[in-house]
């Protein structure tokens, strides 16, 4: 399988039957033409699309139609009710004052720049420090960066808030996520 936008190759990361995940050339910006070719190497139908310089969306656990994003505490737990895989996956809320783990895509140029097409050796940190807010209030954060093709982490300290699901939000170059996104907090966890 292969993926052009505005005829040049994209870096497919991947695939199954009803997705394909793929990483634009670097500088590609506006509308243009996707194309896909298939395994058998018959190509698709063209369509349009519209390729933006920043996009950022953090990355969610799928049970509860992706209400919790995909964070992690510095221990390896995901960060999360302790119900939400069924008790199958160890999860653990946050709590105020603690370090998690966050991850995203979209979130734009790293300094120094990293090609999409190339695999990620060591940490690149976003040129410009994104905005994080966990239930409102910022949420610091200590690094903002690429770690691997496509994937961006964020190592964020939990503000003092109150307990619960705490809504989260993410802006960086003006641009702010698109979908609702929460983190559960619980002050005794």
């Known amino acids: 399988m292969s993926v052009m936008i505005g005829g040049k190759p994209a870096f497919v990361q991947f695939t199954n039957g009803n997705q394909i995940n ?6 590609l910006e506006g ?3 996707l194309l896909v070719t298939t395994p058998g190497g018959g190509p698709g139908i063209p369509s349009q699309v ?3 310089p920043v996009l950022p969306e953090f990355f969610r656990f799928s049970p509860l139609d992706q209400r919790y994003i995909a964070a992690v505490h510095l221990d390896g737990v995901f960060v999360g009710p302790t119900d939400l895989f ?8 946050a709590k105020p004052g603690d370090v998690i783990q966050v991850f995203g895509t979209g ?3 790293t300094s120094p720049p990293v090609d999409p097409g190339m695999l ?10 994104p905005v994080i807010l966990i239930d409102g209030e910022p949420a610091t954060v200590w690094f903002g960066g690429l770690v691997g093709s496509g994937l961006y982490q964020f190592n964020v300290i939990v503000p003092e808030i109150a307990d ?10 003006g641009v ?8 559960r907090v619980e002050s005794g966890s």
């Open 50 to 52: 519209r390729v933006l």
């Open 86 to 93: 069924g008790g199958a996956v160890p999860m653990r809320p």
């Open 107 to 109: 979130w734009g140029e």
């Open 176 to 183: 702010r996520l698109s979908k609702r996104a929460f983190l």
């Open 120 to 129: 990620v050796m060591q940490q690149a940190p976003l040129e410009e420090t």
């Open 22 to 27: 793929v990483l634009p050339d670097a500088g």
């Open 31 to 33: 509308i243009a033409e």
């Open 164 to 173: 619960g699901d705490a809504f989260v939000e993410g802006e960086i170059q």
